[in-house]
């Protein structure tokens, strides 16, 4: 949380307590092991412009550093660091010169710089990465190629391996997607149409259905046989915690503003566009944006049949994790909410940025 006078980042626990005093320029949310990536030095100067929130830390859930501060390095926010590789570049990088590589809790580098992107290693023996000439292969602990898997084509960033072990790639020699463990073995694989740039394997597999995304900028929904349930639009679609509500989002330029809506598992529109922006279904609920007469634009939360359950009333909000979100009444303080839209905890600190999975501290 960041405190509305320091505008320093700090982690406080459900009743809104500081566990973790502000003391932090950046701080993200707390994984499932109980760490987090922090930023002692000064954000200003990175030659991102403060677009990419980078780290020189990582904590536990007492606020002692693990791994950093680091002087001259920064680190990625997006692994659990529950390992001794961590993804990393140097402070002071360029647009032009932007190399990443994998450093030790130490700061030592372990694996060069060398690789335009990269991904998380899963349980420190194998990650993807993506070469400067777009070329992107799995390497193991001491940055060889790793045996046994597949080179495969990613146009951006190379994918993570899920909590359960598995990551989805397009096969550059079979043309196939196939779904591979962390030994390198294929647990599942579909041929599918042309022209695809990401889908989720693990929702194809586990629902039969997945959201996929095209080269063109156009999105639909494909079943396992490698048929398209909706015809590609030029938008995009997401799925929240079920499979019969997906997010989409729909460029009509006879309804201009009007974009947001959800498809159903067959493609069908059960919720049609209609909604200026939208979140996820989460716990049967989803986060709307709409003009309210004589409020002006807020946010509320319908439910999956698109009736209201909390009327649009809020500045700004998140999905409900355990039967709670965090909002915000006045744009500035947040405070979190029961599923009727009442004040749990009344709001008194400036923004949610550092918990964005509600992982706060015990």
């Not at 009444?329 to 509600?358: E, K, S, V």
Request: glycine share 12%; aromatic share 16%.
């Amino acid at each position: 949380m960041q405190h509305p006078e320091t505008e320093l980042y700090g982690y406080v626990n459900k009743e809104g307590g500081w566990v973790i005093q502000p003391q932090f320029t950046q701080a993200d949310g707390f994984t499932r092991n109980g760490l987090a990536a922090v930023r002692v030095g000064p954000v200003d100067g990175d030659p991102s412009g403060g677009n990419t929130v980078l780290f020189d830390a990582i904590i536990n859930t007492d606020g002692t550093f693990v791994a950093g501060p680091f002087e001259n390095i920064l680190i990625q926010s997006s692994c659990g660091y529950a390992y001794d590789l961590i993804p990393a570049i140097p402070k002071g990088f360029t647009t032009e010169a932007k190399y990443w590589g994998y450093v030790t809790r130490t700061g030592e580098l372990a694996i060069p710089y060398s690789f335009q992107k990269v991904s998380c290693f899963y349980e420190g023996e194998v990650a993807a990465v993506r070469y400067s000439n777009g070329g992107c292969i799995f390497i193991n602990n001491q940055g060889g190629e790793a045996e046994g898997f597949p080179w495969f084509s990613c146009s951006n960033y190379p994918p993570n391996f899920s909590i359960e072990g598995e990551v989805g790639v397009h096969d550059q020699s079979s043309g196939e997607w196939i779904l591979v463990n962390s030994q390198g073995e294929t647990v599942f694989q579909v041929q599918l149409p042309n022209g695809i740039e990401s889908v989720r394997l693990q929702d194809l597999q586990r629902y039969g259905v997945a959201a996929a995304s095209l080269v063109d900028g156009t999105a639909g929904l494909v079943d396992k046989s490698g048929r398209w349930i909706t015809e590609p639009f030029d938008g995009y679609i997401l799925r929240g915690d079920t499979a019969d509500r997906w997010l989409s989002y729909v460029s009509y330029p006879e309804n201009p503003g009007l974009h947001y809506g959800y498809l159903d598992a067959q493609g069908a529109w059960a919720i049609p566009p209609q909604f200026t922006d939208a979140g996820l279904f989460r716990e049967g609920k989803a986060a709307i944006y709409t003009y309210v007469e004589g409020v002006g634009p807020s946010w509320g939360f319908i439910d999956t049949m698109g009736d209201w359950v909390i009327e649009p009333q809020f500045k700004d909000c998140h999905y409900f994790d355990d039967g709670e979100a965090w909002a915000t009444a006045d744009g500035t303080l947040w405070g979190r909410i029961d599923d009727t839209g009442a004040w749990i905890q009344q709001p008194w600190f400036f923004g949610t940025y550092g918990l964005p999975a509600f992982y706060p501290i015990d």
